[in-house]
């Protein structure tokens, strides 16, 4: 065999061009590495679901086309928010009405995961809470990560059970009218809700309180869990506005700011690090955040010593007059001239984040 005549048709000794090794390759074999991923990343964006199977977000149409009523026959009263009482009782979540009944006019509609995630906590005695038997999810892949709780139901799938992955749009139960409270079968719904969760200590908080009934459901109690607007969530989702609750959060308009002065650093800020604006120091001097009209965390700023001036323990630093005159139903902030109060429910939501 002569020296050219060999398997890699070149001739013996010659050096092997690896495209790598080629003028510019690297730079280009980078580049296209990097489109690549973010085509994959845009393309793996998690679709957002409705939360019951062949119902689309409803984008325009009448509300009692998609929302359950209370007793009071208003469909409004289902919605989240003032919507209650004359608008003087708030509602947590989304109240969403039954379209697929059996002859016996029982409830068959499929309850699904709205994203990706995993299950958190199942109640499946519906005579233990006022959500009846429910389902908590938590999406760990959303920044922040928030939870999304399906309340009501009449059962739930087989396999749906604590620390389980879940697929978008998996269905985890049917629609029924479960809950302590008494649900008629005619305004059997699902009560939906996306939230956070303010304390991982809740239980030391709640003997703290001196209830006479047990807490049954660990850190998944209603009290430890702050909703946001469902609703506006999936509308600006279906309309294209957002892609997730990254940027749902950016859309939410901030009510009001208040600087928390302490050295602690809250185990609801280290379970949601999505909200900080910047890296926390290791002993903070406090913490700036900022609060939706209804006292939900939308961002935290970390403040650091010797640049945090001194001042009270908490300090209101701006507050959206307009906002917070509309929105009479929530105690969040009370305002009489140009004197501020915090208000219970907002006193309630410092108490278990801050162990105040």
Same mark, same amino acid.
């Given at each position: 065999?002569?020296?050219?005549?060999?398997?890699?048709?070149?001739?013996?000794?010659?050096?092997?061009?690896?495209?790598?090794?080629?003028?510019?390759?690297?730079?280009?074999? /980078?580049?296209?590495?990097?489109?690549?991923?973010?085509?994959?990343?845009?393309?793996?964006?998690?679709?957002?679901?409705?939360?019951?199977?062949?119902?689309?977000?409803?984008?325009?149409?009448?509300? $009692?086309?998609?929302?359950?009523?209370?007793?009071?026959?208003?469909?409004?009263?289902?919605?989240?928010?003032?919507?209650?009482?004359?608008?003087?009782?708030?509602?947590?979540?989304?109240?969403?009405?039954?379209?697929?009944?059996?002859?016996?006019?029982?409830?068959?509609?499929?309850?699904?995961?709205?994203?990706? !995630?995993?299950?958190?906590?199942?109640?499946?005695?519906?005579?233990?809470?006022?959500?009846?038997?429910?389902?908590?999810?938590?999406?760990?892949? $959303?920044?922040?990560?928030?939870?999304?709780?399906? /309340?009501?139901?009449?059962?739930?799938?087989?396999?749906?059970?604590?620390?389980?992955?879940? /697929?978008?749009?998996?269905?985890?139960?049917?629609?029924?009218?479960?809950?302590?409270?008494?649900?008629?079968?005619?305004?059997?719904?699902?009560? =939906?809700?996306?939230?956070?969760?303010?304390?991982?200590?809740? +239980?030391?908080?709640?003997?703290?309180?001196? =209830?006479?009934?047990?807490?049954?459901?660990?850190?998944?109690?209603?009290?430890?869990?702050?909703?946001?607007?469902?609703?506006?969530?999936?509308?600006?989702? /279906?309309?294209?506005?957002?892609? !997730?609750?990254?940027?749902? =959060?950016?859309?939410?308009? $901030?009510?009001?700011?208040?600087?928390?002065?302490?050295?602690?650093?809250?185990?609801?800020?280290?379970?949601?690090?999505?909200?900080?604006?910047?890296?926390?120091?290791?002993?903070?001097?406090?913490?700036?955040?900022?609060?939706?009209?209804?006292?939900?965390?939308? +961002?935290?700023?970390?403040?650091?010593?010797?640049?945090?001036?001194?001042?009270?323990?908490?300090?209101?630093?701006?507050?959206?007059?307009?906002?917070?005159?509309?929105?009479?139903?929530?105690?969040?902030?009370?305002?009489?001239?140009?004197?501020?109060?915090?208000?219970?429910?907002?006193?309630?939501?410092?108490?278990?984040? =801050?162990?105040?």
């Amino acid at each position: 065999m002569r020296k050219t005549d060999n398997p890699n048709g070149r001739p013996e000794g010659a050096p092997v061009l690896r495209p790598a090794s080629l003028p510019g390759v690297k730079q280009h074999t /980078a580049k296209l590495l990097k489109t690549v991923m973010l085509l994959l990343a845009t393309s793996a964006q998690a679709k957002i679901y409705w939360p019951v199977q062949g119902q689309p977000i409803p984008r325009n149409k009448p509300v $009692e086309t998609v929302i359950q009523a209370t007793s009071s026959g208003n469909p409004e009263s289902g919605l989240f928010g003032c919507v209650r009482n004359n608008g003087y009782k708030f509602h947590e979540g989304l109240d969403i009405k039954s379209q697929k009944r059996d002859r016996y006019s029982r409830p068959m509609d499929k309850v699904v995961a709205v994203m990706p !995630g995993k299950v958190a906590y199942v109640n499946k005695v519906g005579g233990k809470s006022s959500y009846g038997v429910y389902v908590i999810l938590e999406h760990t892949e $959303e920044k922040p990560k928030v939870y999304s709780l399906y /309340a009501h139901l009449a059962s739930v799938e087989k396999g749906i059970t604590a620390g389980k992955p879940v /697929a978008g749009g998996q269905v985890l139960g049917i629609m029924g009218h479960t809950a302590s409270t008494g649900i008629p079968r005619s305004r059997a719904h699902l009560h =939906f809700e996306i939230g956070l969760r303010l304390t991982d200590n809740f +239980q030391t908080w709640y003997n703290q309180q001196k =209830f006479t009934s047990k807490n049954d459901h660990g850190v998944w109690n209603g009290m430890n869990m702050v909703g946001l607007d469902v609703l506006d969530f999936f509308r600006k989702a /279906a309309d294209g506005k957002i892609t !997730g609750m990254q940027d749902y =959060f950016r859309t939410v308009p $901030e009510a009001f700011s208040l600087r928390i002065r302490t050295s602690k650093t809250p185990d609801f800020i280290r379970r949601y690090p999505g909200l900080l604006t910047s890296p926390a120091p290791s002993i903070p001097a406090g913490w700036d955040i900022t609060w939706t009209w209804y006292g939900m965390p939308l +961002q935290v700023t970390p403040l650091y010593p010797k640049t945090t001036p001194d001042g009270p323990d908490i300090q209101v630093l701006k507050i959206n007059k307009t906002l917070m005159t509309l929105k009479h139903c929530r105690a969040t902030l009370t305002q009489t001239g140009d004197e501020v109060k915090l208000g219970e429910h907002l006193k309630h939501n410092l108490s278990l984040i =801050f162990d105040y």
